[in-house]
């Protein structure tokens, strides 16, 4: 990068000014050097930015076109303005604090007319990315293909009724598992794109999932051979773009995994508007996948309650994100994975500056969020009362039943000559509601 304020000029690297600050342009729950258990908070969290929605997004909807106007989104050709851009995002990772970013392999390099030509566009720009890395020290999170946008997949990419389909899509991820390990990416995520349906009338439903399986395992087989280490994850959706996703939720994503002897090669990357669009709360889907082991990383974004699709938005819900930290941080944390910031700006937000809201918003959200959340554990009331309400299967009879010593039989015995009828005991759901929000607002 030559000019390290080129494309966002007048703003500066965005500090922490603490939770007092009125400046709109500064962070005031993310404090990046702040060290916490002997870590800094931005190690701790791992943001990291979305390439394909900051620096790909244009505002377009189904009903208009674009309304942002980026400064760098000119040049000779595709592959200049493709670096011009990569410049931009470079210049934004660092000034927002991020150390990680995620892009699919066409977000940051055209596609050609051929996949040859394609492929040699991604080179260059992944070289380009590759020196960009080395000289702001941003790393990948994850890399991904985009298997969704191009007409060839509109039946579906690996769940396509036609093999030719599967096989062009096959040699795309190929090369994008290649890109995600020449920039040292911490993990490879599939999303569905289309895998799903609009129809059963068209559909052999059982076929397509065994294919989508076929097509997980040659990818790992792929990873494997060229000695690509990154964590694999599946990001579950139930719908959007098709009526149905194949990988609907975590608790199917994790019955499909086991059905096809994927499970040990494989974590989940958790949306949060994904979650909510399922019909679940983002603290619901982090809870199944970590009670598998199996929580990789974040997608942190926002539904609209009032909207039914994935709107994508920044989260600044701070009892959403705190629920949602309270289970990561149960579960260990996220460890290789991060928080990525998959959304996008509303469309009348043009400015170049929006961006930056944007972040800092998100940013502090989780910042707040995992403060709480450490809070919340270490006060320790809200643990207190789940171990007590399950402290019957501590001892006696209850652990007997854990631990599959018991019987239908012994069990019928007890009751009969001993326990009789158990005695009812609160839920208190409201006493627990208003304990949250003590720790929520005091
Ligand atoms: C779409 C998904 C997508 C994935 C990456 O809804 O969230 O952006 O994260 O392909
Ligand atoms: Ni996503
Ligand atoms: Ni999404």
Not at 69 to 90: P, V
Not at 270 to 284: C, K, P, R, S
Not at 313 to 319: L, W
Not at 341 to 364: Q, T, V
Request: net charge neutral; charged share 25%.
């Amino acid at each position: 990068m030559k000019n390290p304020s080129a494309h966002f000029p007048r703003i500066p690297r965005i500090t922490y000014a603490g939770p007092g600050s009125k400046n709109p342009l500064a962070f005031r729950h993310y404090n990046p050097t702040e060290m916490i258990d002997g870590r800094s908070l931005k190690s701790h969290l791992r943001f990291s930015v979305a390439y394909w929605h900051s620096f790909r997004g244009t505002g377009t909807d189904p009903f208009g076109p674009g309304t942002v106007q980026r400064s760098w989104e000119s040049g000779k050709d595709a592959l200049s303005i493709a670096k011009t851009r990569m410049d931009a995002a470079f210049e934004f990772f660092q000034k927002i604090e991020s150390p990680f970013w995620c892009c699919h392999d066409r977000d940051i390099a055209p596609e050609g007319k051929t996949l040859a030509e394609s492929n040699r566009n991604l080179d260059k720009i992944v070289a380009h990315a590759k020196s960009l890395q080395k000289a702001t020290g941003v790393k990948l999170l994850w890399g991904t293909a985009n298997l969704f946008s191009n007409p060839r997949y509109m039946c579906g990419a690996a769940t396509n009724p036609d093999a030719h389909v599967f096989a062009y899509a096959a040699a795309q991820v190929k090369k994008a598992i290649e890109m995600t390990k020449e920039l040292g990416g911490e993990g490879y995520v599939f999303w569905g794109g289309r895998e799903g349906y609009e129809t059963l009338l068209n559909t052999n439903l059982k076929r397509e999932q065994d294919h989508l399986a076929a097509f997980l395992h040659l990818a790992l087989d792929y990873a494997k051979s060229i000695g690509f280490k990154g964590q694999f994850l599946i990001e579950p959706k139930p719908k959007e773009p098709t009526k149905h996703q194949y990988d609907f939720d975590v608790a199917s994503g994790v019955a499909f995994l086991r059905t096809y002897g994927l499970e040990k090669d494989f974590k989940f990357n958790i949306e949060t508007n994904h979650a909510t669009l399922a019909g679940h709360t983002f603290q619901h889907e982090i809870e199944v996948a970590t009670s598998q082991g199996m929580l990789g990383s974040i997608d942190a974004n926002a539904g609209d309650p009032l909207l039914g699709w994935d709107t994508d938005q920044f989260n600044t819900d701070v009892k959403e994100v705190t629920l949602a930290m309270v289970a990561i941080l149960k579960a260990g944390g996220l460890g290789k994975g991060g928080i990525n910031f998959d959304a996008k700006l509303r469309r009348p937000s043009m400015d170049a500056e929006d961006l930056f809201h944007a972040h800092i918003g998100g940013m502090d959200t989780f910042a707040l969020g995992f403060k709480l959340a450490r809070h919340i554990i270490a006060d320790g009331r809200l643990g207190q009362f789940l171990t007590q309400r399950y402290s019957s299967y501590d001892s006696g009879f209850g652990r007997e039943i854990e631990t599959g010593k018991a019987t239908f039989k012994s069990l019928e015995k007890l009751v009969l000559t001993k326990l009789g009828e158990p005695k009812l005991r609160s839920g208190k759901q409201e006493y627990l509601e208003n304990l949250l929000n003590t720790y929520l607002h005091g």
